[in-house]
């Protein structure tokens, strides 16, 4: 059996979450860049997935990751549930509604895996904004119910580390967007994907694809600081099973 440390409770699940958006952010990365589809320096987080073979191999692990955050979004909903039977309806409430956007924005990402940007762009576009809009709510609504559960379910430190990462990822949505716009407004090239000085709005695209980095970085190491608490966590099924006369056949927990 299991002993290390990363095997206690759920703590397990964001540590594969974390470890699955690196894995498809560096792989990706770094296939589109030895193959030359898109330049070193900062290119937008979907340019890696564009071109095949890269866009097979990034939309495969991104559907994953998509899968594993709402898992991790699940078992956060039900851990706050569970630690809030007795307290205020707009905890309760508050905790429903966190769990649909985050699953709004979990259908983003799995958007963004399957619907280039060379392919279909403004569903792309709207994909990315589902992801990322609803991501950057969804950490601010966890973060006022991390302060609810302190200190006794999160610690401050956790509490104060969650709303740094809210602002890091509210500056790299709101600059990703504001400096892309400004960007494709003065683009006039071939190709988007590489996009050269020469094209225009290159100093505005590059700081719309650092800033997209940030927001992806603060993503992952907000749901990074969920590892401690789900270690805390186990969770468990009742398997009832029913004979022709529909009469339940009750069997251990597993």
């Given at each position: 059996m299991c002993k290390s440390w990363f095997c206690v409770g759920m703590g397990w699940l964001p540590m594969s979450l974390a470890i699955m958006v690196a894995a498809t952010f560096t792989i990706s990365y770094c296939i589109?860049?030895?193959?030359?589809?898109?330049?070193?320096?900062?290119?937008?987080?979907?340019?890696?997935?564009?071109?095949?073979?890269?866009?097979?191999?990034?939309?495969?692990?991104?559907?994953?990751?998509?899968?594993?955050?709402?898992?991790?979004?699940?078992?956060?909903?039900k851990q706050v549930q569970e630690y809030n039977r007795e307290a205020s309806p707009a905890i309760l409430r508050a905790n429903k509604i966190a769990l649909v956007i985050g699953g709004f924005a979990c259908l983003g990402m799995s958007m963004v895996a399957n619907f280039q940007e060379t392919n279909e762009l403004q569903v792309h576009v709207f994909a990315a904004n589902l992801c990322f809009g609803p991501g950057v709510v969804y950490c601010y609504m966890q973060t006022w119910l991390s302060?609810?559960?302190?200190?006794?379910?999160?610690?401050?430190?956790?509490?104060?580390?969650?709303?740094?990462?809210?602002?890091?990822?509210?500056?790299g949505f709101v600059f990703t967007s504001v400096f892309a716009a400004l960007a494709n407004t003065k683009w006039h090239g071939d190709?988007?994907?590489?996009?050269?000085?020469?094209?225009?709005?290159?100093?505005?695209?590059?700081?719309?694809?650092?800033?997209?980095?940030?927001?992806?970085?603060?993503?992952?190491?907000?749901?990074?600081?969920?590892?401690?608490?789900?270690?805390?966590?186990?969770m468990e099924t009742t398997l009832r099973m029913y004979t022709e006369e529909l009469e339940p056949i009750n069997h251990p927990e597993i």
């Open positions: 589109s860049v030895g193959l030359g589809h898109v330049p070193a320096e900062f290119p937008y987080i979907s340019d890696t997935g564009t071109y095949i073979p890269e866009s097979c191999i990034f939309g495969q692990l991104l559907n994953i990751t998509a899968a594993l955050a709402f898992a991790t979004i699940y078992v956060r909903y302060y609810k559960m302190a200190p006794f379910h999160a610690t401050i430190f956790a509490c104060r580390a969650r709303i740094l990462l809210c602002f890091f990822a509210t500056l190709d988007q994907t590489k996009w050269k000085p020469e094209d225009g709005g290159f100093t505005e695209h590059i700081f719309s694809t650092a800033f997209e980095w940030v927001l992806a970085i603060s993503f992952l190491s907000y749901f990074f600081t969920f590892v401690r608490e789900f270690q805390k966590i186990t």
